[in-house]
């Protein structure tokens, strides 16, 4: 007797529980997640990223801007990623925001994708993506930034590229930079227009700076000229007699010495200086 009573139980047990299985495998009972609960998988820098790309969908130029703006300040390889679709924005501002805000790619992959910009037909946006491609220190980017030094119509872009070539420091870039301070650019191809002798005071100045920091004795006849150059800026002059201070070649002393007395204090001190750290 109390063997059947425990079979039934059990048959009763097995049939309850085949019929919750179906209930919840049949399609129409399945969880649904709501979006709320999507949200509450993501990370909060996730739903940052999130909210800044759905803002860069905005008619507003002014709202893509700002998004692109709290991408880049993220540092999040991530949010770079989000960001890559703006260098085509119809908006200049945009674009060269863009620029910035894809620096967390890393030194390559921002080089790539900078590069393109360098052609810009905006002048604003080829400046920023010039210094840009200083701050990724990538020397795959020195011959299109020696390019823009030595080709592009604007002082701005020029002197952006000098600066820019001065933080890769790739020694690849000495020809063009030196070229500029020399005021001796290569001749140009036939066809094309021949360049003019550089006479901007700022790009002539971050030229002899960045030869400085590159530290390349093919350099030094570049900037010993410009040492010597009374008609040029003193601060040009100083800036060479710098970096004639870093690259350290014995060469460069007695120019050094001759320009220690300069009427210039700021020269004549940066000379002396320099000469001190060449022949102690």
């Known amino acids: ?7 039934r139980s059990k048959s009763r047990c097995c049939l309850l529980g085949i019929v919750l299985l179906v209930s919840i495998s049949a399609p129409g009972n399945i969880p649904v997640v709501s979006e709320a609960q999507s949200d509450k998988a993501l ?29 880049g300040a993220m540092h999040l390889q991530a949010a770079s990623h989000v960001a890559l679709t703006s260098l085509a924005d119809p908006s200049p501002v945009v674009r060269a925001v863009a620029a910035h805000a894809i620096l967390a790619l890393g030194p390559e992959e921002s080089s790539r994708v900078l590069i393109p910009l360098l052609n810009d037909k905006d002048e604003f946006v080829r400046r920023e993506a010039v ?4 701050l990724t220190h990538s020397r795959s980017a020195a011959a299109a930034l020696s390019e823009r030094l030595v080709s592009d119509k604007k002082d701005s872009v020029r002197g952006a590229a000098a600066v820019a070539l001065g933080e890769i420091a790739d020694e690849s870039a000495v020809v063009a930079l030196a070229g500029v301070l020399s005021q001796q650019l290569p001749s140009q191809p036939k066809g094309k227009p021949k360049r003019k ?5 700022f790009v002539l100045r971050a030229s002899a700076t960045a030869l400085g920091r590159i530290r390349s004795r093919a350099g030094v006849p570049a900037l010993l000229g410009a040492l010597a150059n009374e008609k040029l800026p003193d601060d040009v002059r100083r800036e060479a007699a710098h970096a004639l201070g870093l690259i350290g070649d014995p060469v460069a002393a007695p120019a050094l010495r001759a320009a220690s007395t300069a009427a210039d204090p700021h020269l004549a001190r940066t000379a002396f200086e320099s000469l001190r750290k060449i022949t102690p």
């Open 43 to 71: 990370t909060p820098a996730q739903l940052e990223i999130e909210k800044q790309r759905q803002r860069l969908g905005s008619s507003s130029e002014e709202e893509r801007r700002d998004a692109l703006m709290h991408l």
């Open 1 to 7: 007797m109390w063997n059947l009573v425990n079979q």
């Open 131 to 134: 210094y840009d491609l200083g």
């Open 197 to 201: 002798a550089e006479q901007n005071p």
